[in-house]
């Protein structure tokens, strides 16, 4: 093994471990945070939010319908959180020697972080994304159930009371929205592993095959 290539492991086995599970719960909650490339989708998926909102604050029923919207995107969060762990697992379970030193190679186009690193990092974000969102849920549920089967917080002035829930449900459902939408990541890295996988097996048999042949 070359010298620049072990020091890269070595560096790479470093970052690893460098950052606590705090700081990489903040920094997946900051991976969601608007920039030029996400502005446009935040935008889109608040527009969604408000639309969503506005119609549950219209309802008769309001706080029922709120309790079944947020009952099914907690039900969609928790199987997706399973789908995603299952995928951390097959992840963690087709590392071979061969293919962890491919992935251990820096990528030029990530500022030297190593695949491994990257997608490593992906599937923590993700899952911390969704065990937040999922926490959202139950403090919902609590909230409403406390509430009661109305929803009027402030006495007298249904109005308010609407445009206070508007104003509280529009950052929830568009930290759903992004959290779900999220999930194309998940299915990215998922196969660009099992590409790089098969890729590894077919340089061994060309190999073994190679061997064979002398």
Request: glycine share 2%.
């Given at each position: 093994?070359?010298?620049?290539?072990?020091d890269?492991?070595?560096?790479?086995?470093?970052?690893?471990?460098?950052?606590?599970?705090?700081?990489?719960?903040?920094?997946?909650?900051?991976?969601?945070?608007?920039?030029?490339?996400?502005?446009?989708?935040?935008?889109?998926?608040?527009?969604?939010?408000?639309?969503?909102?506005v119609?549950?604050?219209l309802?008769?029923?309001?706080?029922?319908?709120?309790?079944?919207?947020?009952?099914?995107?907690?039900?969609?969060?928790?199987?997706?959180?399973?789908?995603?762990?299952?995928?951390?697992?097959?992840?963690?379970?087709?590392?071979?020697?061969?293919?962890?030193?491919?992935?251990?190679?820096?990528?030029?186009?990530?500022?030297?972080?190593?695949?491994?690193?990257?997608?490593?990092?992906?599937?923590?974000?993700?899952?911390?994304?969704?065990f937040?969102n999922?926490?959202?849920?139950?403090?919902?549920?609590?909230?409403?159930?406390?509430?009661?089967?109305?929803?009027?917080?402030?006495?007298?002035?249904?109005?308010?009371?609407?445009?206070?829930?508007?104003?509280?449900s529009?950052?929830?459902?568009?930290?759903?929205?992004?959290?779900?939408?999220?999930?194309?990541?998940?299915?990215?890295?998922?196969?660009?592993?099992?590409?790089?996988?098969?890729?590894?097996?077919?340089?061994?048999?060309?190999?073994?095959?190679?061997?064979?042949?002398?």
């Amino acid at each position: 093994m070359k010298k620049e290539e072990m020091d890269s492991i070595i560096s790479q086995a470093k970052e690893i471990g460098e950052y606590s599970s705090t700081k990489l719960f903040i920094a997946a909650i900051k991976s969601l945070c608007p920039n030029r490339k996400s502005i446009f989708r935040i935008l889109i998926f608040t527009f969604i939010a408000l639309a969503i909102a506005v119609s549950l604050a219209l309802l008769n029923e309001t706080n029922s319908k709120i309790i079944k919207v947020i009952e099914l995107i907690n039900s969609v969060d928790l199987v997706i959180l399973g789908l995603v762990f299952t995928g951390y697992t097959l992840f963690q379970a087709i590392l071979k020697k061969e293919l962890l030193r491919t992935l251990l190679a820096s990528d030029e186009d990530s500022n030297q972080t190593s695949t491994f690193v990257r997608v490593d990092r992906s599937f923590y974000y993700l899952m911390s994304l969704y065990f937040l969102n999922i926490c959202l849920n139950i403090l919902g549920l609590i909230f409403l159930i406390i509430v009661g089967g109305k929803w009027v917080l402030i006495p007298h002035n249904i109005l308010l009371s609407n445009a206070f829930f508007v104003i509280i449900s529009v950052p929830y459902l568009t930290y759903s929205l992004l959290v779900i939408w999220e999930i194309k990541f998940f299915i990215y890295n998922l196969s660009e592993l099992f590409n790089l996988n098969i890729k590894q097996l077919m340089l061994n048999i060309i190999k073994e095959s190679e061997n064979e042949d002398k």
